[in-house]
């Protein structure tokens, strides 16, 4: 997902955005303690989206 499509969602899209990668992320580090993935790389692109959404969000709660 890129940040610029990040920028375009409403502040309560965001927080859900939010919650539903961080639980994509927990059932794929689970799978994967159980058996290897076939998509390892899905794991840091996961972890990126998760902190561009973070990102943004800090961004537009600080005074500018």
């Known amino acids: 997902m890129k940040a ?3 920028r375009e969602l409403s502040d309560e899209a965001l927080g859900a ?8 992320l927990f059932k794929l580090k ?3 303690s159980i058996r290897p993935l076939e998509n390892t790389a899905r794991l840091g692109e996961l972890k ?3 902190a561009r959404v973070k990102t943004i969000i800090s961004e ?3 005074p500018q």
């Open 4 to 6: 610029k499509e990040i």
């Open 17 to 24: 955005k939010t919650t539903e990668l961080s639980e994509e």
């Open 30 to 32: 689970f799978r994967h």
């Open 48 to 50: 990126k989206d998760i």
């Open 60 to 62: 537009r709660r600080s």
